[in-house]
């Protein structure tokens, strides 16, 4: 099991941040983290590395406790920038990482390289601008080749050109087997980078499979809704009721002319028939802004 979570609760005084929270990622991935600010992901993220005590629940990450030390030779978390030293050079900080951990220095040019970051990689860090100082973190949190890598909003501040570089870092990770769960509020490059989105609201998470979401999806209308519904549940066509007389589909379970043909057959009318897309940003206006 790469991140196993049960019934994990956690409060600040009197206010429950996490009310329960379950996660089971038993093969690599990537998964976003989604929610409005305040609403927990990096409360969520700090627990899971230990830095948060909680009041209930158990965290597994690669089978061992999180308070287990050894862990963080094969975890990495990529936190923001406030921990990083401004007198310090970048090669300071992966220089540091690299004696901890026992891993050589030529990886520092290595991952210096790979992330675009070698022409200010001597500077000191309080010059850095934003989209530098993510690089650092980035760099800082890969290089020990980690197996889990835990990132809070990796993708903060960085150029078009630079997110790029950054996703084809993360993908190339995550094909040699690395699981990385990210917080992010960019739901564009979680579209493009993620398989899992956990959703957080109220002190919860919603698992959506980014598969599924994108599948295409149909709306359709009918003039008696509750016979077509009855016709479909004969036919075993799963559907989703919206509304009196409206119901939607999703591509891989409807084939249109078996459908078309079942409604005819049975004097159904089929009023109209409307297709869209959804994605991660549709997906958190349905959960979070009540649109439908
Ligand atoms: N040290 C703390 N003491 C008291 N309350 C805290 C503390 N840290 C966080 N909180 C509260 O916990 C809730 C969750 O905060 P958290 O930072 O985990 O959210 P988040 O989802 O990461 O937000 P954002 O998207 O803005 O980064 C917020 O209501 C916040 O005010």
Redesign the pocket.
């Known amino acids: 099991m790469i991140i196993s979570i049960q019934n994990l609760k956690k409060q600040?005084?009197k206010?429950w941040?996490l009310k329960g929270i379950h996660i089971e990622v038993k093969t690599p991935t990537i998964i976003a983290?989604v929610?409005?600010?305040?609403?927990?992901?990096?409360?969520?993220?700090?627990c899971m590395t230990n830095l948060?005590g909680f009041s209930e629940g158990d965290i597994y990450l690669l089978g061992k406790k999180h308070t287990n030390p050894s862990i963080f030779k094969e975890v990495s978390y990529l936190q923001d920038n406030r921990i990083l030293y401004g007198n310090l050079t970048g090669y300071d900080h992966l220089k540091f990482i690299c004696d901890v951990q026992h891993i050589p220095h030529n990886q520092i040019k290595q991952v210096a390289e790979k992330i675009g970051m070698t022409s200010y990689l001597k500077k000191r860090v309080r010059n850095y601008s934003l989209g530098m100082k993510q690089h650092l973190l980035l760099a800082m949190s890969i290089i020990n080749k980690p197996k889990l890598l835990l990132m809070?909003?990796p993708l903060t501040g960085l150029d078009p050109s630079s997110a790029i570089t950054i996703r084809n870092v993360l993908l190339e990770l995550h094909h040699q087997g690395t699981t990385i769960m990210l917080?992010s509020?960019n739901l564009d490059e979680i579209d493009r980078l993620t398989n899992t989105i956990y959703f957080?609201k109220s002190g919860l998470i919603m698992e959506e499979s980014l598969a599924e979401l994108h599948q295409k999806q149909y709306i359709v209308t009918v003039n008696d809704g509750e016979k077509a519904m009855r016709i479909l549940k004969e036919h075993a066509i799963p559907y989703r009721f919206i509304q009196t007389n409206q119901l939607s589909f999703v591509e891989m379970d409807l084939k249109l002319p078996h459908f078309i043909q079942k409604m005819t057959e049975h004097e159904v009318c089929i009023e109209d028939i409307d297709s869209y897309k959804t994605g991660a940003e549709q997906r958190y206006q349905e959960l979070f802004e009540g649109v439908e």
């Open positions: 600040y005084k206010e941040v983290l929610g409005p600010n305040g609403s927990g992901k990096t409360t969520l993220l700090n948060l809070d909003e917080s509020h957080m």
